[in-house]
């Protein structure tokens, strides 16, 4: 995920024309600014390389996933499914909005499985948000058939896989909104920042509104007008600088990809020749933006055997199993209801509390990340690197 690997002078030749104006402020400073927008710009051009219609960029792919939800109308008493192997921030957008986080298994894919899906819709759904985890797709069009059928909207949290397709077609682009991050380690990067995507206008007007205090900026686009107020908001504003940053990246992004599916494929073969390996589904090799190699063992032995002799040559594989930040059975404050609220909201309401989250609750996942080891792929990959890992890879394939 490594947009900062290409940082260069586009960046900051961007950035200068932001400076050159003085105006950080996305809207309004209209004589100032002498017709740079990059904030808008940006989104302009967001939509143009995805193909949706609208965006709107706002701070975080955090802050996304909750613009998003706001603009669909989640709240209170609802509840949100998502998968039990994604970021912590997927689900505390979800908590932050009010309503309450289900989880479903991942299946190999290592995303969203369709069958959990559908065992875990109440009449209280309000959204799904599958997460196409680590560069690749989630199973995208039956999980949108299911939710389809139920009349339930989907954000597709798509934060780790800028650049990625499913025939063709942009992630992002299937559900109601698409939502992306381009913090530090994301594939592009702007430092901080998220972008909310759809080709609903009506939802682009709730999140552009939501987004700045309940500003409209339809009647004066750049800037700001109307002022009816539909309804309050909050501030989730990017900033031109940002904005200017994002152009740069967007325009790396494919070679990014390109450099990336390159680099993966060398690992791949590595990794192909250990006894009883297995790779993650890719629904579509062609759309994988190819961030991550992640390949399965048998069992979670066999993996922590074959990791063992991968860490003795210094370059050890992720086990998401693991992973605190990533995998539901170790998100301890999560099943501890663990909250700075003094009432207990969101977790408790009125004293009692509204949810309880099993750790235990998702064994199909459990295995399956158990036995699952990953590594990053590099988009400049340092040979010395690349070599120690293939030799590595080599030593736990005849080990
Ligand atoms: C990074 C990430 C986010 C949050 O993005 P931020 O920009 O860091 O707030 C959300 N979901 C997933 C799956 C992520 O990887």
């Not at 297995?278 to 979670?300: I, V």
């Amino acid at each position: 995920m490594p947009g900062f690997e290409v940082f260069g002078e586009e960046e900051k030749q961007q950035a200068l024309e932001v400076f050159d104006t003085g105006v950080l402020f996305r809207y309004e400073f209209g004589e100032q600014r002498r017709g740079v927008y990059k904030v808008r710009e940006f989104e302009q051009a967001f939509c143009r390389y995805t193909g949706a219609t609208h965006a709107q960029a706002v701070t975080s792919g955090t802050a996304a996933l909750k613009v998003a939800l706001a603009a669909l109308g989640v709240g209170p008493g609802d509840e949100v499914i998502t998968q039990g192997f994604t970021f912590v921030a997927t689900w505390e957008a979800i908590l932050d909005i009010g309503a309450l986080p289900v989880f479903t298994e991942v299946d190999t894919t290592l995303n969203m499985d369709p069958a959990d899906l559908e065992k875990k819709i109440t009449d209280r759904t309000r959204a799904i948000i599958p997460v196409h985890m680590l560069g690749a797709q989630a199973r995208i069009t039956e999980i949108m058939a299911i939710a389809d059928r139920h009349g339930i909207p989907v954000i597709e949290d798509t934060a780790q896989a800028a650049g990625a397709r499913l025939g063709g077609r942009h992630l992002g682009t299937f559900g109601a909104i698409g939502t992306f991050s381009f913090d530090s380690v994301k594939t592009m990067t702007t430092g901080e920042g998220g972008m909310c995507i759809t080709s609903d206008e009506e939802l682009w007007r709730n999140m552009s509104e939501y987004h700045d205090h309940g500003h409209d900026h339809v009647v004066n686009p750049g800037g700001r007008g109307g002022e009816g107020r539909r309804f309050f908001g909050f501030n989730y504003r990017m900033m031109e600088l940002q904005g200017a940053i994002g152009l740069a990246q967007l325009a790396k992004l494919d070679s990014m990809v390109a450099a990336q599916k390159k680099n993966k494929a060398v690992l791949r073969e590595a990794a192909a020749g250990i006894d009883g390996v297995t790779f993650r589904t890719l629904l579509d090799e062609e759309g994988d933006s190819a961030t991550f190699l992640a390949f399965m063992l048998p069992d979670r032995e066999r993996a922590a055997e074959v990791n063992a002799v991968l860490r003795g040559e210094g370059v050890g594989a992720i086990n998401f199993g693991d992973n605190t930040w990533h995998f539901y059975p170790r998100w301890e404050h999560l099943a501890g209801g663990r909250t700075l609220c003094k009432t207990g909201w969101p977790f408790s309401a009125h004293g009692k509390r509204r949810i309880l989250y099993d750790p235990d609750a998702l064994p199909a996942s459990a295995e399956l990340m158990g036995r699952t080891l990953v590594y990053q792929v590099p988009v400049r990959m340092d040979e010395a690197w690349r070599d120690k890992v293939v030799a590595a890879l080599a030593r736990a394939a005849g080990a």
